[in-house]
């Protein structure tokens, strides 16, 4: 943004309000001397007209000043508005990620504990249910975040293209950039963590 938006700009001087001239008595004058006593009446009257009509020049360009430094303004909070959103849809795609992680978490633990206990034959009776709700837990927490990804992915993108269009439109400022997403990295990562789980699994059912 220029240095000029940058300035609060300065209020022009107070007007100060001298007195009108006083009207010429040429009721005893002749015709020419009156006539040019009543043109420099004129004169005088328009040289002060002349002093109103600058300085309210001057207060309009103040305005126009004031004005253009709040769309300024106004502009810039309607761009941070736009990272303000961003946050909000990273902070919801960490709540998925959250719960993801504690299905997955759970389902693969209660998984593993009732596999080892049928390997290390501590319980005699059937851990098919118990093994399967832990699967089923782990695909639960995948398809969770699965679903979480796609939305964050298209509502960034829409998100994204909308911001855009409204800098091409002068509507809005475009100087902060889009970061990388670290939550979207670490969301990627863990359902990859979550598919690996589920194949280790399946591979552990079938064997048993």
């Known amino acids: 943004m220029s240095q000029e938006h ?3 700009p300065a209020r022009p001087k107070r007007f100060e309000d001298t007195q009108l001239p ?12 009156a006539s040019v006593e009543l043109s420099q009446h004129r004169t005088k009257l328009s040289t002060h007209r002349t002093g109103l009509s600058e300085h309210r020049t001057d207060l309009s360009e103040f305005r126009t000043d004031l004005s253009t430094n709040r769309t300024e303004m106004s502009a810039r909070r309607t761009g ?5 959103t961003r946050m909000s849809a990273e902070r919801t795609l960490m709540s998925v990620i959250r719960t993801a992680l504690s299905l997955i978490g759970f389902g693969f633990t209660i998984f593993q504990v009732f596999t080892k206990a049928r390997d290390a034959n501590l319980l005699k009776i059937g851990i098919a249910a118990p093994s399967n709700f832990g699967m ?9 975040l699965t679903v979480g990804i796609v939305y964050h992915v298209n509502y960034m993108r829409t ?3 909308q911001r855009n269009a409204m800098v091409q439109q ?14 979207l990295l670490t ?8 598919l690996y789980a589920i194949v280790s699994m399946v591979f552990d059912a079938a064997r048993g």
């Open 80 to 84: 941070m508005s736009f990272q303000r």
């Open 136 to 144: 089923a837990l782990v695909l639960l927490g995948v398809l969770l």
């Open 170 to 183: 002068g509507l809005v400022h475009g100087e902060s950039a889009y970061p990388v997403s670290y939550t």
């Open 22 to 33: 006083a009207i010429p008595d040429v009721g005893l004058l002749d015709a020419d001397v």
């Open 187 to 194: 969301a990627g990562a863990l359902l990859m963590i979550g």
């Open 159 to 161: 998100l994204r293209a």
């Open 6 to 8: 940058d300035e609060t």
